[in-house]
Nanobody, 114 residues
Framework: VQLQASGGGLVQAGGSLRLSCLAS????????MGWYRQAPGKQREMVAQ???????NYAESVKGRFTISRDTGKNTVYLQMNSLQSEDTAVYYC?????????WGQGTKVTVSS
């Protein structure tokens, strides 16, 4: 499985970005897809997840600001990020989990200027 993440960039605080993750496999099959991020000097953390059934899960720090969604016809998962804060600055990675395997994309950098 290959994952291609895109959509990162530089944005001012309070702005929005939409990340995309294109998977090389059928995401309507049993799996979990998610977005993770890693800020400089910090551990990678889960941001949002969506299951093949459409069930979502968010980190507390992004609830109400970020929305994960998917288009199974395009095998793509999105992360809509609104009200961005400087603390959201990180490299964002998408992850595909089909037990027992995990696959990671290459990461896309998000920088929020205050």
């Amino acid at each position: 499985v290959q994952l291609q993440a895109s959509g990162g960039g530089l944005v001012q605080a309070g702005g929005s970005l939409r990340l995309s993750c294109l998977a090389s496999t059928d995401i309507s099959r049993i799996n979990i897809m998610g977005w993770y991020r890693q800020a400089p000097g910090k551990q990678r953390e889960m941001v949002a997840q969506i299951t093949y059934a459409g069930v979502t899960n968010y980190a507390e720090s992004v609830k109400g600001r970020f929305t994960i969604s998917r288009d199974t016809g395009k095998n793509t998962v999105y992360l809509q990020m609104n009200s961005l804060q400087s603390e959201d600055t990180a490299v964002y990675y998408c992850k595909y989990t089909r037990p027992p395997n995990d696959y990671w994309g290459q990461g896309t950098k998000v920088t929020v200027s205050s």
